[in-house]
T-cell receptor, first 116, second 111 residues
Framework: GAVVSQHPSRVICKSGTSVKIECRSLDFQATTMFWYRQFPKQSLMLMATSNEGSKATYEQGVEKDKFLINHASLTLSTLTVTSAHPEDSSFYIC????????????FGPGTRLTVT | SQQGEEDPQALSIQEGENATMNCSYKTSINNLQWYRQNSGRGLVHLILIRSNEREKHSGRLRVTLDTSKKSSSLLITASRAADTASYFCATEETSGSRLTFGEGTQLTVNP
């Protein structure tokens, strides 16, 4: 149980375009989802916390107008990278916490974004 | 900046040997978690230790937590080539539910 999927797994886009990444909890409801970014050979950096039905909370230094997060249901959160630039190329990972759960986060397989 | 610092950054051992990775953090925590990540893949949750626990076991994994020193260690016994991966500690601070990840240790187990 507790499977989180991400779609797409890889995406290549041109500079200036927007890309949407989906994060789904497949077999549980998640009131809270988290979005992380990971650059090569580096650790995960939390970008934002997404709560179902409310606005996301962004970490310091993360542009909320550039990284749009929508958590429209208990099983789906989306991250849209707007006006993408090559420096946005990264591995984006989401995680989800079970509704009513206390500690554990379940991570998706990640999405590799390459902006050309 | 990352709360957690891990050492070593990289560790290379032979199959059958034990691997020990360390993690230090700075703030008060609810719990500390260890994750594994194979290259280019998502994270797999290994083990969680609460702030009031000192040691925990799961299969070949042993985790210790010393809140007075703000440090934790992950021991993998009888390592296998399939254990080759990056290992991250992550702390959940008392101030909220967000996880802060350490820099990670790249473990290579040579067959």
């Amino acid at each position: 149980g507790a499977v989180v999927s991400q779609h797409p797994s890889r995406v290549i886009c041109k500079s200036g375009t927007s890309v949407k990444i989906e994060c789904r909890s497949l077999d549980f409801q998640a009131t809270t989802m988290f979005w992380y970014r990971q650059f090569p050979k580096q650790s995960l950096m939390l970008m934002a916390t997404s709560n179902e039905g409310s606005k996301a909370t962004y970490e310091q230094g993360v542009e909320k107008d550039k990284f749009l997060i929508n958590h429209a249901s208990l099983t789906l959160s989306t991250l849209t990278v707007t006006s993408a630039h090559p420096e946005d190329s990264s591995f984006y990972i989401c995680s989800a916490r079970i509704a009513g759960g206390i500690y554990e986060q379940y991570f998706g397989p990640g999405t590799r974004l390459t902006v050309t | 900046s990352q709360q957690g610092e891990e050492d070593p950054q990289a560790l290379s051992i032979q199959e059958g040997e034990n691997a020990t990775m360390n993690c230090s953090y700075k703030t008060s925590i609810n719990n500390l978690q260890w994750y594994r990540q194979n290259s280019g893949r998502g994270l797999v949750h290994l083990i969680l230790i609460r702030s009031n626990e000192r040691e925990k076991h799961s299969g070949r994994l042993r985790v210790t937590l010393d809140t007075s020193k703000k440090s934790s260690s992950l021991l993998i016994t009888a390592s296998r080539a399939a254990d080759t991966a990056s290992y991250f500690c992550a702390t959940e601070e008392t101030s909220g539910s967000r996880l802060t990840f350490g820099e990670g240790t790249q473990l290579t187990v040579n067959p």
